[in-house]
């Protein structure tokens, strides 16, 4: 039966969350059930794609990605493929009527990955968060209004900063394994071997611009999802007080983490001002 093998799809894409970030699994579960499994279904889609550019060393990463992206496509086109990550990705793609032009812009992100090291100009960056982390961030704002077209257009612009936020803390947090395993770097106009203060701290004005820019989008989200798209700023936000106290040199030759024990505490302070009506 389809259905069965719609279920494997489903749980496979949730495995994969749960597999690879304990964070925003977290977060999803702080979801209502009826909008969850579709989150997952999006994360897993989005993870694979890019584990192929930054994991996937010792094989032909672009022929790999080429695979992929033809697997995408015949997938969303057939509405079924025995990629159960894209299978389950097509449901959610179809459910929500998600823009096909949000897809390929992540994918063209995705593949820049695959040779570009560096980005020059802001315009070059922006493009590529764009693509990267924005557009996830309005797949799922699809999912968390579920369809409303109006609702969508009002939180979009907040979507996308809280998308970019999320994707330059990554940024700073994993300076070292990008520039150093990948030679990547991503922060225009900014010297990773000799990284200061002054451009640490100008990384996190705009990363800070960004959050609260996104915040005041999360505080008008239906019930559904508000308080798992808290969690998840939470977290990131707490990630970026931990980056802002440590020394730019230390951020460079580390990688800076939320224990799990101080994740358990940020759910449950987030509890109660998510129950006390304070975001």
């Known amino acids: 039966m389809k259905s069965l093998f719609d279920n494997v799809s489903y749980n496979s894409s949730k495995l994969v969350t749960k597999t690879y970030s304990t964070s925003f699994s977290l977060a999803t579960k702080m979801l209502y059930k009826s909008i969850r499994g579709d989150i997952y279904n999006i994360y897993g889609f989005v993870r694979f794609a890019d584990e192929i550019v930054d994991s996937f060393h010792d094989y032909d990463k672009e022929s790999l990605f080429n695979r992929f992206s033809d697997d995408l496509e015949l997938a969303l086109e057939n509405k079924i493929s025995l990629n159960p990550i894209l299978n389950s990705f097509q449901h959610t793609f179809h459910k929500y009527s998600i823009d096909k032009s949000l897809v390929d812009a992540f994918m063209n992100s995705m593949r820049l990955d695959l040779h570009k090291t560096n980005y020059l100009t802001q315009d070059e960056f922006k493009d590529y968060i764009y693509g990267s982390a924005d557009v996830v961030g309005l797949m799922c704002l699809k999912v968390f209004v579920n369809g409303n077209d109006k609702k969508y257009e009002e939180l979009k612009e907040t979507a996308m900063s809280l998308g970019s936020a999320f994707q330059k803390v990554n940024f700073l947090r994993d300076l070292k394994a990008d520039f150093e395993g990948l030679d990547r770097t991503y922060f225009p106009n900014t010297d990773l071997k000799n990284l200061n203060e002054s451009s640490k701290q100008n990384i996190i004005d705009d990363i800070e611009a960004d959050f609260e820019k996104g915040l005041s989008g999360i505080k008008k989200l239906p019930i559904e999802a508000k308080f798992g798209v808290f969690m998840a700023y939470r977290y990131y936000s707490q990630l970026l007080k931990k980056l802002k106290k440590t020394p730019a040199l230390k951020i460079k030759d580390s990688r800076i983490r939320v ?21």
């Not at 224990?259 to 006390?276: A, C, D, T, W």
């Open 259 to 279: 224990s799990n024990p101080k994740k358990i505490e940020l759910l449950m302070r987030s509890y109660v001002k998510y129950q006390l009506n304070l975001l």
